[in-house]
């Protein structure tokens, strides 16, 4: 018998897919972002804050009446999430549809998209793209104390460590819906063959230094017996602050500019590598 395979492709959110969420929407409501994450968020790391709860903190810092916020609500973020539709990087969507394509002549084969972010989710999830594009989305949550009221608590907080949890949830089959449920199942022991989606069956791809846990994680395959799936930083061209970090020295420019022109070219065949090895070990079984 042939087993069905499902690849995963798993996407950062913010500067992967689109400009960071947090910054667009604190730009939208008059606060600079700069200040906001230079000076504010710093403050609050320098004092030995997790850098995840710390930018949550400043969020309901600046929530309220009076405040540059307002009263913020998960209707609110999610309104703004709508907004993100026309500032996906060149590319996405159609980006999806090619990968289904390609998949598609593969007997036996799909694929399916996820986000695993640090940013908000109810952001995220206010984007037409994620909802029409994306399997799951796994995101910071805040919630108030009826469903729509002011936001004042967090109710999940995504760090960057904390990532390699919910790639750890898609590769054991557990579904997103039911992850905020059932917390404790992603440790329990699943032997790799029987996993939904394995390891060298993953895509990941990400920005930023938050995003090298999870390159670590797909690219070593965390025990499983066939290794481990692909990763790649992608970043804007435009933001120094990403040249500077991933090409230090101007001699590697036209490198650079190779990677940029082909970006979508190298996910396809990133993605033609897994299916092939996928194939043959289906026709192994
Ligand atoms: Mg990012």
């Not at 230079?38 to 309220?64: H, M």
């Not at 703004?80 to 159609?94: A, C």
């Not at 481990?228 to 500019?257: C, H, I, Y």
Request: charged share 25%.
């Amino acid at each position: 018998m042939v087993s069905s395979t499902t690849l995963a492709v798993i996407f950062d959110f913010d500067d992967t897919l689109v400009p960071d969420s947090t910054s667009e929407f604190l730009k939208a409501h008059g606060i600079d972002p700069e200040h906001f994450w230079l000076t504010e968020v710093k403050a609050l790391v320098d004092d030995g804050y997790d850098p995840t709860l710390a930018y949550l903190k400043r969020i309901f810092d600046n929530s309220g009446d009076g405040k540059p916020l307002g009263q913020l609500t998960n209707k609110a973020l999610s309104d703004f999430g709508s907004t993100l539709d026309s500032k996906f990087f060149h590319g996405i969507p159609q980006v999806f549809e090619d990968l289904r394509d390609i998949v598609s002549k593969f007997r036996d084969m799909k694929v399916e998209f996820y986000i695993v972010s640090g940013g908000l989710e109810s952001i995220i999830r206010g984007s037409q793209i994620v909802n029409d594009q994306f399997d799951g989305v796994y995101g910071c949550q805040l919630a108030g104390d009826t469903s729509d009221g002011p936001l004042r608590y967090i109710k999940r907080a995504i760090t960057f460590t904390e990532k390699t949890r919910y790639v750890f949830e898609i590769n054991k089959g557990i579904p997103a819906a039911d992850v905020l449920k059932t917390p404790y199942l992603v440790n329990r022991s699943k032997p790799h063959p029987e996993r939904r989606i394995r390891f060298p069956d993953m895509i990941y791809v990400g920005d930023g230094l938050t995003d090298i846990p999870c390159f670590s994680l797909v690219m070593g395959g965390a025990g499983d017996p066939e290794g481990g799936g692909l990763a790649f930083a992608v970043f804007d061209r435009r933001n120094k602050r990403f040249k500077n970090t991933l090409f230090p020295d101007e001699s590697l420019a036209p490198t650079r500019q190779t990677i940029q022109r082909n970006a979508r070219w190298v996910l396809f065949f990133a993605l033609l590598w897994p299916a092939d090895v996928a194939q043959s070990r289906s026709k192994k079984n």
